[in-house]
């Protein structure tokens, strides 16, 4: 019979007793599920003293796209305050953790430095620090895995908000990345205690291990769109379309003036590793970004033949490349008001590219030597084999 494998919130009963007697408050959101698909923020409000929740980008209950902005409530289904922790009200204050002793924060991870959750949780652990509170983290497996780190790390000036320390994608789990920013930032002056998963191997994908899918933001509605936006994500802030607002986000890029033959063929023949392109058209009906929505667009469609080869940072480095080369209405960044050059730069770690500094070659030659440097050095950190 197949192993199980857990994540913390499954792995609690040996652990409970870092719960017990406290006050918390849990940073959540729906994908804090366990492996029967009960969310997490029930699961602790019914067995232990939950005093508030915390909310991320998107929301406690997943209520917001992308980048929405959002006040304080009162959660409907608990009857229990609710803290925005995005945008202006990002920041833990004495006020909010009043009658707090222990903060809880599980939220599932995507293994990209794009994703916003990260930066909650370093904010966390120097709030945490400067308030004299615990910290408690429910880990979670890496969907993506734990081997493969792509891409090069942020340059000093966006590294604490861009990732801290992490290159496009990388292979630490949400504890792991804890223990790393607690270490290298703050000198381990944060009282952090992570409850492990058990069962995960680092050359397993989400696919491997038997779990619900519960959409970590609302734009990744798969493992497949998690993997590819690890490397793809700068498109955000082009004017290719991501394909937000369709079925298959992250999957599809175009736009109204591409030609989706000629950019696969071209695509095709750098035979990129774990990855065919295919021609494909499509009609945003949402896009957070406001690209096309109603327009059809034409494009590429990336069909993923083996994740164990396929390098989400190269292949995201070279679609740009051709879709910079080919697409007569490309520009960075959109020209929508939402869109933005510094972003772009940011996600990438650097504007090296963008500016021309660095050709597509070099900068993919940089992004392998900075994420096997990176690999190297977090040893110390890792929970699992």
């Given at each position: ?211 619900f899918w519960c959409n970590p933001a609302p734009n990744l509605p798969n493992p497949t769109s998690a993997l590819i936006y690890a490397g793809c994500v700068a498109f955000g802030q082009t004017?290719?379309?991501?394909a937000r607002g369709t079925t298959r986000p992250y999957e599809m890029y175009g736009s109204p003036a591409a030609n989706g033959h000629k950019i696969a063929d071209k695509l095709n023949a ?116």
């Amino acid at each position: 019979m197949k192993t199980k494998v857990l994540n913390g919130i499954d792995n609690l009963a040996g652990y409970s007793e870092v719960l017990r007697n406290r006050r918390l408050g849990i940073v959540c959101n729906p994908s804090a599920i366990d492996r029967d698909g009960r969310a997490v923020a029930d699961i602790l409000n019914e067995n232990f003293e939950v005093t508030a929740f915390f909310g991320p980008e998107h929301g406690f209950r997943g209520d917001y796209q992308n980048g929405v902005h959002f006040d304080d409530s009162v959660d409907p289904i608990t009857g229990k305050p609710v803290y925005a922790l995005y945008g202006k009200t990002a920041r833990l204050t004495a006020e909010r953790l009043t009658d707090i002793c222990t903060i809880v924060y599980d939220i599932q991870d995507v293994g990209s430095k794009a994703f916003s959750y990260l930066r909650t949780l370093a904010l966390l652990i120097e709030d945490l620090i400067e308030l004299d509170r615990e910290l408690v983290v429910l880990d979670r497996i890496n969907p993506l895995g734990g081997v493969a780190n792509e891409g090069p790390l942020a340059e000093p000036e966006m590294d604490r908000y861009w990732g801290y320390g992490v290159p496009a994608r990388f292979g630490l789990t949400i504890g792991e990345y804890a223990k790393m920013v607690n270490a290298r930032y703050f000198e381990n002056r944060c009282r952090l205690t992570v409850i492990p998963c058990a069962n995960w191997k680092r050359t397993m994908n989400f696919e491997d291990c038997g779990l619900f899918w519960c959409n970590p933001a609302p734009n990744l509605p798969n493992p497949t769109s998690a993997l590819i936006y690890a490397g793809c994500v700068a498109f955000g802030q082009t004017s290719i379309s991501e394909a937000r607002g369709t079925t298959r986000p992250y999957e599809m890029y175009g736009s109204p003036a591409a030609n989706g033959h000629k950019i696969a063929d071209k695509l095709n023949a750098l035979n990129l590793p774990g990855v065919i392109f295919r021609p494909c058209a499509f009609t945003a009906q949402y896009n957070a970004f406001q690209k096309y929505v109603g327009e059809t667009c034409r494009g590429v469609m990336l069909f993923i033949n083996d994740k164990h080869r396929f390098n989400s940072f190269e292949t995201g480095i070279w679609m740009l490349e051709i879709f910079r080369e080919m697409c007569p209405d490309f520009a960075i960044p959109f020209a929508n008001g939402r869109c933005a050059s510094a972003t772009f730069d940011g996600v990438l770690g650097s504007a090296d590219w963008r500016t021309g500094r660095q050709s597509t070659t070099q900068f993919i030659a940089r992004g392998r030597k900075e994420s096997s440097e990176f690999e190297k050095s977090v040893q110390e950190f890792l929970l699992y084999s």
